[in-house]
Structure formats: C-alpha cells, structure tokens
C-alpha cells in the first residue's frame, strides 16, 4: 500500500509528464549558446597533452575505431548493430521495445521489450565521449563526425517522452552526463544548428530529471545519480532556465542520499562492492563540481574500497555487479575501483590510493587535471586486519594473502541487490584467486540463472534442503531475510578470528573462522534446526583448477590446499563466473553434501603456501 504523501508525489509528476508531453519545454534563444570547455572541469587540453602517446590513449583510440564501425563494447559482450542504430533494440535478443509513452512502456517484461539492460546501456551514450577523447587525442575529424551523426539520429529517433530510453529516469540522467562531457570535449566540433538542437534536447533532459527524481520508486543509486545529474546540469550549464533550481535540488538530495545511504563505517547500504564504487564515483563527482559533501564520509568510502579490493588492487565482487560505470564503462570489471581509488588519493592527498600513474588516466585527469601525487607511491600493502561493522565485512591481509569474509546482512529495505552469501569467505594469494565469489551475469534475461548466481550455491557458504537463506521475490527482491549476529571477533598478530551465525527458517548455521597467519585458515560450520533429516550442503568456488590429492583433499592453483576433515560426500563439479554482466564461464566448485539429522558439524582447513 502506497502511502498518502507518495500518491500526491507520484499524481504531481505524471501532471507534470503529461504536461510537458502536451508542450515540449524549449530553450529560449539566449540559452542556446555555449561556452566550453564547462567550467568548472579541469580544461581537458593539458590532460590530451599528458596522455597523448599513452596506452590509455591508444585503448581509447581502439574503442573508438569499433564505436565508428558501429561496433558497441557494452557489458560483457561486445554489440554490432549495423549502419542504421535501433535505439529501442535489445540486440542480444533481437526484440524491440515499443515506441509509446514511457510511463507505458513494459520494459521489465523480457519478451515484449527484451533485456532493458542492454537496450540502455548503449543509450547512455558513454560511447560518444570516447569518441570525443580521442578526437581530442588524435586530432581525427572522423570521430567527432560519427558524435555528430548519431546525436542527429538519436534525437530524431527517440522523441521526447517516447520509448524505452526514456523509461528510467537513471538512465535519463547518465545519457545527460555523457552529452556534458560531449559539450566539454566536443562543443565546437558541431555545426551550429545540431549544436542548438543538442542543447535544447539536454535541457529536455534536465526538465525531465527535475519531475520524475525516483524519490519513492528506488532511492538508492537511482535517485543518487539522478540527483547528481541534475545538479551537474545546473551546475555546468547556468545560461539554462531553471538551473539554480536544479543545482540547489541536485545538491540537497545528493547530500541527503550520502547521509541515508553510506554508513558509518563507509560501506555502502546495498551490501555490493559494485554498487559501492558506482555510488563513491557518483559523489566525487559531485564533490568536485563544488557539492556541498563532507570529505570524511568520502574519505571513509575510499578506506572501505581500498580494504576490500586489497594488495591484489582488484575488486571481488559481492552482491550485484550490473556492468556498467559512471566514466569510461570499459575494460575488466575489476580494475573498475584502482581508477576511482587514485581518483580519491589524488583528491584527498592519499598517494597510498594510487597504485600506478597509470591508474590516473582513466578518470582522475579528466575530472581532476593532470598533477603528481604529493608523495612516493608504497610498492607494498601492509598488514592489516580491518572490520567494517556496518557491512559485517572482516578484510584481513597478511603479506600477499587478502582474506575477506562476509558476516553482514542482506541489503537495507527489500535487499534487491544483495546475493544470500552470509559467512561466505574469499581468499587471494598474490595475483592468484583461491576462493572467489561468481559474479551475476543477469539481471531480467534468465530468471534461472539470476536466481542462481545470486543464491547460495553460488557462494563459499552453506545451503540446507536447497533453500536460500531468504526466498527470491522477483529479481530485484528478498523475503524473509535472515538475522545474523557476530559472537566473537578478535584480532592479534599472529591470528585472526571471527565467529557468526545466520539464522533463517528455524534454522541456524554458525560459521567460527580462525586464521593462523600466514599459513592455515580452519573454518568450523554446525547447523542445527528442525528434527529429521535434511539435505546440508557446503560449497567452495575455485578460482583456479583443482587436482584432487586425495578422498577430501585438492590443490587449488598453485599454492593453496583444501582438506575437509570432516565425514561427508564430496564432488568436483562445474559451476559458472561472471567477469562481467552478460559473460559467464566454466568454474571448478566443491560440493561437500550429507543428507543427516541436525546439528551436523563440519571442518574445513584451507593450507596457503605463502
């Protein structure tokens, strides 16, 4: 049931819609002129200087020679659709959403309008700002024609209001970022009269973002980025009518969505690392557009990035991983946080967060500017023990291991991004994956398999009877989450320990991990629960190949044995990972299973050869 104040809100904005539908909103003549570069980002001239010759910039000339053969690198697929651009097409599954109103448009229903996921990750138009860097960094006039002729196509193709790319007010605002950058980069390589119709259509956008902010619909990292968007626009284009209105607004409700959605110990709320660095991107965007963001929250939210992406620099991926970024969507997924860290230690004058110069490139110099870091950069991590209660994330590093354990709950409210992977645990040694986490791979296209990669099969942790460790309601939710509680934590220097359970279903598992560093982590599971006999499961997903030394013993890559100590079956089976959303791959899975009255106690001992 929807609440009174949310029915007058959600009357007001579809008034609004329909207004604005009736009446297009058009620029006044004196706002159409502009004068890049945008203040107040950095002039992009020294960073072209600084980058021209780099491997940064002949990637960036790479991408942009397959966007001009309309071949679009988008997720984990890479998408060819022809000389004429099907804005609306999903192009994976060839279907088509339909060209009527937004409000209308049945853009989760797979069969009628295919993966809106793919249709709009190519309509953000991310691509369109690589075309202009490496016009920029090349000096080739073909690139910024090819920005120049899809701008003209999509506009005339995709009428205001209409269609699917119009359907997500998200979406609305990362199109309107990128056309930003475009007007940043580009603005005087567009004859004058698209130039006035591209204006006109990124004010449409801004009018658009101001009446349909996803206030009750998904105040997360939508309502995050829309209001980030907003005061941008506002921010870098003053000559527009209302522009003060959406910089004040923008900026109010991105102060409010860090209040409500970072927490104390700098975690993101949505339990994702992914989500994590969309939402820190988001705010060091907006903190260095002059945001009125306090820096220590910022500062904490890089700590809590450096701590689980550890000396390996990688990010593991837990919860939900949608593919996609504020700048620069391409390259390996993992490495998508080094960039947004060095952003931040450039920022913040932390060089401990730039782990290369080259790091710098993707994000930092274009919203920073190039300039040195203000001291050495460490070539090792140190030793830590970390604990981010908030999240119920343990980060442990001892020498080139990273040790990462998962003792928090679900996601705030229905937990749409969370994946049940309470107690799971991940191990890295060196450049070497031991245990990992798969990834997500979809969102809407395979109901069995988002069910999949997001449940507790999928995890390093223990399922009873087949069952989550809270039940899927459609792919964006949970019910009945479990509780979970940490009993004891203690850290000294030659040992770390925590012990946790997750309680679901009038079951109880309890998970007691002990690492005696640097060698030997023994983890302890017990489940207890109803009478009878139950089906218990416990996997462990390798990050490497696994050879079999024995009935309950594998190596793992080349340096980490897995022994289980305990009586029970065991199978090496093939599960999946995902690099990526929309990729996927054949992955080693231990499957140790008893079927047994509860309580049942297992031990597991994991060997690194450090």
């Known amino acids: ?12 904005q579809e008034l609004a819609n329909l207004a604005m539908l009736a009446v297009p909103p058009s620029l006044p003549d004196h706002s159409l002129q502009v004068s890049a570069p945008l203040s107040p980002l950095p002039d992009p001239e020294l960073t072209v200087e600084t980058l021209r010759g780099s491997a940064y910039a002949r990637e960036i000339e790479c991408i942009a020679e397959s966007v001009l053969a309309h071949r679009f690198p988008l997720l984990g697929f890479e998408v060819a659709t022809g000389p004429v651009i099907e804005w609306n097409r999903d192009y994976l599954s060839g279907r088509a959403a339909p060209s009527s109103y937004f409000g209308l448009v049945p853009y989760l229903d797979f069969k009628r309008a295919g993966d809106h996921k793919v249709t709009w990750e190519l309509n953000r138009h991310q691509h369109l700002v690589t075309l202009a860097q490496a016009g920029r960094l090349t000096g080739r006039c073909e690139f910024f024609e090819e920005i120049a002729r899809q701008l003209d196509h999509w506009i005339e193709a995709n009428p205001f209001l209409k269609g699917i790319n119009w359907a ?31 204006l006109n259509a990124l004010y449409r956008h801004g009018c658009y973002l101001a009446h349909n902010l996803s206030v009750y619909f998904s105040p997360n990292t939508h309502l995050l980025g829309e209001a980030v968007a907003l005061h941008a626009m506002g921010t870098l284009c003053p000559q527009f009518p209302h522009s003060a209105n959406w910089r004040g607004l923008g900026g109010r409700m991105t102060a409010e969505a860090l209040r409500l959605q970072v927490r104390d110990d700098g975690s993101h ?25 306090p820096q220590e929250r910022l500062i904490r939210m890089a700590e809590f990035l450096a701590a689980v992406m550890g000396p390996q620099h990688s990010t593991p991926f837990l919860g939900d991983d949608d593919g996609g970024r504020v700048f620069h969507p391409f390259g390996p997924r993992d490495r998508f946080g080094r960039a947004t860290l060095a952003a931040c230690g450039l920022a913040f004058d932390r060089p401990e967060w730039v782990s290369q110069e080259s790091d710098l490139h993707e994000l930092a110099y274009w919203w920073i500017g190039p300039r040195p870091v203000s001291g050495p950069v460490p070539a090792a991590h140190a030793d830590s023990s970390l604990w981010f209660p908030d999240a119920g994330i343990a980060a442990w590093t001892c020498g080139d291991a990273h040790v990462l354990v998962d003792a928090g709950p679900f996601g705030r409210g229905t937990g749409g991004h969370s994946h049940s992977d309470t107690l799971s645990l991940l191990v890295r040694l060196g450049q070497e994956e031991i245990l990992i986490d798969p990834g997500t791979f979809t969102y809407v296209s395979d109901p069995i398999l988002r069910d999949w990669f997001r449940g507790s099969a999928a995890h390093n942790t223990i399922r009873v009877d087949e069952a989550d460790q809270a039940v899927p309601a459609g792919p964006f939710r949970w019910k009945e989450p479990p509780e979970v509680a940490v009993l004891e934590r203690r850290s000294l220097d030659s040992q ?8 679901f279903r009038r079951l109880t598992h309890r998970r007691r991990i002990v690492w005696a560093k640097p060698r030997q982590i023994v983890i302890d599971d017990e489940v207890s629960g109803p009478q009878g006999e139950h089906l218990v ?74």
């Open 1 to 12: 049931m929807r609440s009174a104040p949310e029915l007058v809100f959600r009357l007001r």
């Open 168 to 198: 997500s007010a998200l979406e609305v605002a990362f199109r309107a970022l990128s056309w930003l950058w475009v007007l940043h980069l580009a603005a005087d390589q567009l004859e004058p009269s698209l130039r006035r119709r591209f």
């Open 269 to 293: 709320f949505e339990q994702s690392t992914y989500y994590h660095i969309y939402a820190l991107d988001f705010f060091l965007f907006h903190f260095l557009l002059g945001g009125a963001l």
């Open 496 to 503: 770390e320990v925590l012990f946790a359970e997750c309680r």
């Open 537 to 610: 499961e416990q996997f462990w997903h390798l990050g490497g190949d696994a050879v079999q030394l024995g009935p309950s013993s594998f190596r793992i890559g080349t340096r980490a044995i897995l022994s289980l100590t305990t009586e029970a079956e065991v199978e090496l089976t093939q599960g999946w990972r995902s690099p990526a959303l929309g990729a996927r791959s054949a992955a080693a899975v231990l499957r140790v299973f008893r079927r047994c009255p509860l309580p049942v106690s297992w031990r597991t001992v994991l060997d690194l050869s450090t």
